[in-house]
């Protein structure tokens, strides 16, 4: 009888210990600055996904449907700010440091999986946003 208490509390434990891990390849975390000559805004109501904001520039699409942050504009300084010539070189470094030891490294398919990424706002001469953003349509 104890052996079945210990084994049925080593089934319940074994999940909650394995999926609490971090990750030893952890996001980097990228922010975008949203610029109006490039961008483009619109909200967008889905009757699954509720209400969402995207962000286009220049065929990619960010998806933003989180809580945003609103900031003094002091804030600013502390973002680096890259370009998608960063974004992609980030992206494959990444996945060369994960994959390092495998003789074909396979394509991420999504910036999702390797980027925790924000769009920042100016929104007033004190105020900026920044948005939580989820990367749609890469593959068009």
């Known amino acids: ?12 434990l074994c999940p909650i210990l394995s999926f609490g891990q971090k990750s030893i390849y ?28 995207y962000f286009k520039n220049i065929g990619v699409y960010y998806s933003y449907s989180e809580k945003a942050d609103t900031l ?36 991420t398919g999504s910036k999702n999986a390797v980027f925790q990424t924000y769009v920042i706002e100016i929104i007033s001469e004190k105020k900026i946003v920044k948005y939580p953003v989820i990367w749609r349509n890469e593959r068009i």
């Open 72 to 107: 003094c504009i002091e804030k600013l300084r502390d973002y680096h700010f890259s370009d998608l010539e960063e974004i992609r070189k980030k992206e494959i470094e990444w996945v060369d440091k994960k994959y390092k030891n495998q003789k074909y490294k396979p394509y």
């Open 26 to 53: 952890p996001k980097d975390t990228i922010y975008i600055r949203y610029n109006e000559d490039i961008h483009s805004k619109k909200i967008q109501n889905h009757p699954q996904m509720g209400k969402n904001l």
């Open 1 to 12: 009888m104890a052996a079945i208490k210990v084994l049925s509390l080593l089934l319940i």
